[in-house]
Nanobody, 117 residues
Framework: QVQLVESGGGLVQSGGSLRLACSGS????????MDWYRQAPGLAREWVAQ????????NYLNSVKGRFTISRNNAENTMYLQMNSLKPEDTATYYC??????????WGKGTQVTVSS
């Protein structure tokens, strides 16, 4: 059974930092690209960042480039999102995602990030 569990969210002041983690199980973690998404109240879920299966390449939403860093530790089946210089507009529920060979999108339950101004 595929399972993704996010952690590390919280309340932080503008300019602060948080580090999110996503633990994966039920699939061969090291074989797959993985992504972070976020969803703010009343808005559609948006893609934030992606990391290759081996961590060799990464991509970011323009608005988070230079502030967020995605990484992974395949030995621990964990992906991370280091978020620095946080802004109120970063407030959202953050989800990790993997698309497996069956074409299905698998999601965690999310972790809430709230940035106060």
């Amino acid at each position: 059974q595929v399972q993704l569990v996010e952690s590390g969210g919280g309340l932080v002041q503008s300019g602060g930092s948080l580090r999110l983690a996503c633990s994966g199980s039920g699939f061969t973690f090291s074989r797959y690209f993985m992504d972070w998404y976020r969803q703010a109240p009343g808005l559609a879920r948006e893609w934030v960042a992606q990391i290759a299966f081996d961590g060799a390449s990464t991509n970011y939403l323009n608005s988070v480039k230079g502030r967020f860093t995605i990484s992974r530790n395949n030995a621990e089946n964990t992906m991370y999102l280091q978020m620095n210089s946080l802004k109120p507009e970063d407030t959202a529920t953050y989800y990790c995602n993997v698309v497996l060979d069956d074409g299905r999108y698998y999601w965690g339950k999310g972790t809430q990030v709230t940035v106060s101004s």
